[in-house]
Structure formats: structure tokens, C-alpha cells
């Protein structure tokens, strides 16, 4: 048996519901494939903020830095602003372990309604790699004569040479893998003209290392809309921080429903530990109800075992979804049935 240690944060809202339908998962592909898994439960996140004045403790990511990876529901409650959420726990975690790459799946499956008129699922089956650590989101910034006709606000990007080509050269190995051989880079470099330019040009110089990747690059407004019109023509998408989870959002919803998207906070190298969330948040509008949709939590459950080097349990937790969902039974109210969180995670468990 193999043992692995999995930091697990659930954190709130419906974070707290899918989180154990992911583990159950994770349980069910362990007993069947023989992976010893074993759960470190943190309750970090905005209750522990409301009761303890922190999201978690100051030596928190110390007692996980050993770990073998980290499970994560959704963090963020609508009584703490947002931003306080984000930088209280998540981008700590996302910088102290250096998990530079934002990995998403994008893919339309049977049985579930897309949003755009005549696809079909394997139409849509693609890759968002986007930059996790620099870029737009940065500390670098200020505000001037607050509150005065003068006032003016500052916030700076940061591109390093480093922080690109390693984001890019994820990509490229990442599309040099698949069948189409297929990136696309996302810029702005008409509107934002010193780090875009660079952002091009690196994407440049790294294509000259593979040759059999065929490259296209698009301002990020006209891709955004490509997204809509043309999904079926992508393979694998890279982006900065912000064009990234700009269009990382976007790809789930013309999926269906965010419920089912999952994502990937890798640490390539795995120097440090990797963070497994899915793309949706704590929904308070329907928390407490148990009515969330798993899938996304499950699906990250199965990148997850993918990364420490499972691809069979991987693949068959994937393919539980897949038959799930074709069949029609046990789906969740996002996706037009009536099951609970609970019904759908134990459908997928035995169908596991
Ligand atoms: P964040 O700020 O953390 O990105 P958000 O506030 O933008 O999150 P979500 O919490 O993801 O957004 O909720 C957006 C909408 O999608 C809500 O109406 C929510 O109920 C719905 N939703 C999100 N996740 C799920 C899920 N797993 N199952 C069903 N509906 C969901
Ligand atoms: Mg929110």
C-alpha cells in the first residue's frame, strides 16, 4: 500500500457538503486500488476568522508543508469581504507551497445541458493552464490623496522571466502530450504594453522548443467571445493570473454548471505540497440545504490521485462521473434532477 497524507480544509458553506462526498470517493477508488489515503481535517476558514480572529494559525501552513497534498472545499462567507477571504488563506497557501499552475478541465459531458445550441459532448474537451503566483494580483500598489478630486490608484503587475517560462513551459509539455498539439496564449499586448508584449514573447521563444506545438495567441476580449463561439477549437489555453481565472470561470459555464468543474493547484515539481479545490465557491445562497453538487469536489478528488502518480484510480473515478451523469440518475438540482449531495456522492461512489 501506498500512504499518502492529505491535508483536508472543507472551510464553509457548501464547502462543509461536498467535501465529505469527495473524501467518500477518494475512499471507495483507495479500497479498490489499493492506496492507503489518510485525512488531516483543518477547520480554517471564515468561522474560525468570525471565532479566533484568524482564517488559520500563524504556524498553520507550517503543520501541512509536509503533507502530500491538500483537499479544499471553498472558502469565503458573505459576512468577510472577499478579499479578506482570498488573501487570508488562499493565496498564503498558493505562494508558500509555489503552486504556479492553475490547472483546469474543461469538458462537456453527456447528460448534462450545455448552455450553447449544437454541441455535443466530446465537442468541448479542453485545458486552462493559468499562472498562479505573479502577474496582475499583486501587493504592488498604492492609493494617493484618498478621498480628494486628486485621488489616484496605482496597482502593478509583476512578470518575471522565471515565473513565465515555468507556467509556459507546463503548458507546452502539457500540449506536446496530447493528440491536437494544440496552445493557445492569451494576451493583451495592443491595450497593455510592456508585461504583454513580454508575456508574447516568451510564449515565443519557449515555442522554439516545440516544434511539433502548433501556437496561436488572442487578445483576451475576442478569446473570450472565441470561447463562446468556438469551443470545439481549443485543446489547451494558457493565460496570466488574471486572464486565467478570467477564463477559467468562463469554461465551466458553457459546460453547464460550475458544480461540476474542478481545478488544480500544482506545485509541478512537488517540492512542496498541491491544493485540490473545486472552481465553484461556498454558495450561501443554497449552503445548509444539501443540495450541492459534488461533482466538482469528487472530480478535483480524482486530479488529486492523478498528481501523486494514481492515473488508473484517476481515470476511474472519472469515468464513474461520466456514466453517472449519462445515466440521468442521482443529479442535483443545477443540473435539472432532485438528488441531494448525498445521493449523488453515493451514486458515483458504487458506481466506483
Ligand atoms: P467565489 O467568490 O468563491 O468564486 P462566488 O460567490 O463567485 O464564489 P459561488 O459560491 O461559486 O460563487 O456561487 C455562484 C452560483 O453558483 C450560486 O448561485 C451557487 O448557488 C451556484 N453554485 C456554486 N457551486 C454550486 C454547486 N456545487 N452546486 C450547485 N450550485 C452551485
Ligand atoms: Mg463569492
Known amino acids: 500500500m501506498v500512504a499518502h497524507k492529505i491535508a483536508?480544509?472543507?472551510?464553509?458553506?457548501?464547502?462543509?457538503?461536498?467535501?465529505?462526498?469527495?473524501?467518500?470517493?477518494?475512499?471507495?477508488?483507495?479500497?479498490?486500488?489499493?492506496i492507503e489515503l489518510s485525512f488531516d481535517e483543518k477547520d480554517w476558514g471564515c468561522e474560525r476568522l468570525a471565532a479566533k480572529g484568524r482564517m488559520l494559525p500563524e504556524d498553520g501552513l507550517e503543520t501541512i508543508a509536509g503533507h502530500d497534498a491538500i483537499f479544499l472545499?471553498?472558502?469565503?462567507?458573505?459576512?468577510?469581504?472577499?478579499?479578506?477571504?482570498?488573501?487570508?488563506?488562499?493565496?498564503?497557501?498558493?505562494?508558500?507551497?509555489?503552486?504556479?499552475v492553475n490547472l483546469r478541465p474543461v469538458r462537456l459531458f453527456e447528460g448534462v445541458p450545455c448552455p450553447l445550441a449544437g454541441r455535443k459532448p466530446g465537442d468541448i474537451d479542453f485545458w486552462i493552464v493559468r499562472e498562479n503566483c505573479e502577474g496582475e494580483y499583486s501587493e504592488i500598489g498604492g492609493r494617493l490623496y484618498a478621498g480628494t478630486?486628486?485621488?489616484?490608484?496605482?496597482?502593478?503587475?509583476?512578470?518575471?522571466?522565471?515565473?513565465?517560462?515555468?507556467?509556459?513551459?507546463?503548458?507546452?509539455?502539457?500540449?506536446?502530450?496530447?493528440?491536437?498539439?494544440?496552445l493557445t496564449s492569451a494576451t493583451?499586448?495592443?491595450?497593455?504594453?510592456?508585461?504583454?508584449?513580454?508575456?508574447?514573447?516568451?510564449?515565443?521563444?519557449?515555442?522554439?522548443?516545440?516544434?511539433?506545438?502548433?501556437?496561436?495567441?488572442?487578445?483576451?476580449?475576442?478569446?473570450?467571445?472565441h470561447f463562446v463561439r468556438f469551443p470545439d477549437r481549443f485543446d489547451v489555453v494558457v493565460g496570466s493570473n488574471l486572464f486565467g481565472d478570467i477564463l477559467s470561470d468562463l469554461g465551466p459555464a458553457v459546460t453547464g454548471t460550475i458544480g461540476i468543474a474542478p481545478s488544480a493547484n500544482l506545485?509541478?515539481?512537488?517540492?512542496?505540497?498541491?491544493?485540490?479545490?473545486?472552481?465553484?465557491?461556498s454558495a450561501p445562497d443554497i449552503a445548509g440545504q444539501g443540495i450541492a453538487n459534488p461533482i466538482g469536489q469528487i472530480w478535483s478528488g480524482a486530479m488529486?490521485?492523478?498528481?501523486?502518480?494514481?492515473?488508473?484510480?484517476?481515470?476511474?473515478?472519472?469515468?464513474?462521473?461520466?456514466?453517472?451523469?449519462?445515466?440521468?440518475?442521482?443529479?442535483?438540482?443545477?443540473?435539472?434532477?432532485?438528488?441531494?449531495?448525498?445521493?449523488?456522492?453515493?451514486?458515483?461512489?458504487?458506481?466506483?
Open 149 to 182: 478630486e486628486q485621488e489616484m490608484v496605482t496597482q502593478e503587475s509583476v512578470f518575471t522571466r522565471f515565473g513565465v517560462d515555468r507556467v509556459l513551459r507546463y503548458a507546452f509539455e502539457l500540449a506536446a502530450s496530447r493528440d491536437a498539439k494544440h
Open 73 to 100: 472545499g471553498a472558502v469565503g462567507w458573505p459576512s468577510v469581504p472577499d478579499h479578506v477571504s482570498l488573501w487570508g488563506l488562499l493565496i498564503p497557501i498558493r505562494r508558500r507551497f509555489d503552486q504556479y
Open 8 to 34: 483536508v480544509i472543507a472551510g464553509d458553506g457548501i464547502g462543509k457538503e461536498v467535501v465529505p462526498e469527495g473524501i467518500r470517493v477518494l475512499e471507495a477508488a483507495g479500497r479498490r486500488f489499493g
Open 304 to 352: 488529486m490521485l492523478d498528481h501523486l502518480g494514481h492515473k488508473e484510480a484517476a481515470a476511474a473515478i472519472v469515468g464513474a462521473i461520466e456514466r453517472v451523469l449519462a445515466s440521468g440518475r442521482s443529479l442535483t438540482r443545477d443540473m435539472g434532477g432532485s438528488a441531494s449531495t448525498v445521493e449523488l456522492g453515493k451514486a458515483i461512489e458504487s458506481e466506483l
Open 267 to 281: 506545485n509541478p515539481e512537488g517540492t512542496h505540497p498541491s491544493m485540490f479545490e473545486p472552481v465553484h465557491g
Open 188 to 225: 493583451k499586448s495592443n491595450g497593455i504594453i510592456h508585461t504583454m508584449p513580454f508575456w508574447d514573447e516568451r510564449v515565443k521563444a519557449m515555442a522554439e522548443r516545440y516544434p511539433g506545438v502548433k501556437i496561436d495567441q488572442y487578445h483576451i476580449d475576442i478569446l473570450t467571445a
